[in-house]
């Protein structure tokens, strides 16, 4: 195995490491790079909120999860992190039966924070939300 295919497999195992929650939400991983993080999750009565579209929370645990994914996809040895800071911006809702599309870009990849956008797509390419987080690089000793 070569050193590009080395690490290619290194970023699929800590990609594809989700914690228990994201797969209890139905995210979906589809794609993870240091550049960019993919995931989906579908609109399901269980993530609405009380007018029948996705939660907003559901939205911002999705944007979280990429965003902490991306992070960990660029730590040095021994780091871990947690998020500082996040925003969200609600465009459009996300109706019962369609399918939240996450795609995660840095803004800010430094030493002590890193800085994550996320916009989340509806399956017609709008954008519903826009989510902009901190992440902090931390040493964790769990």
């Known amino acids: 195995m070569d050193k590009t295919s080395e690490q290619r497999e290194i970023w699929r195992r800590i990609a594809e490491d989700q914690p228990a929650f994201a797969g209890h939400l139905g995210m979906r991983l589809i794609e993870a790079t240091p550049d960019r993080v993919e995931m989906t999750m579908a609109v399901t009565d269980a993530l609405a909120n009380r007018n029948g579209v996705l939660h907003g929370g559901a939205i911002m645990a999705l944007a979280d999860n990429a965003g902490g ?57 709008k954008v519903a939300a826009i989510v902009t987080q901190t992440q902090m690089v931390i040493d964790w000793q769990g």
Not at 73 to 102: C, I, M, Q, V, W
């Open 69 to 125: 994914t991306a992070t960990f996809l660029n730590l040095p040895e021994g780091k871990s992190t947690t998020t500082l800071e996040s925003k969200t911006n609600f465009l459009r809702p996300l109706r019962l039966g369609d399918t939240a599309h996450a795609v995660c870009e840095p803004l800010h990849r430094g030493r002590t924070t890193m800085i994550w956008q996320t916009r989340i797509l509806r399956d017609d390419g």
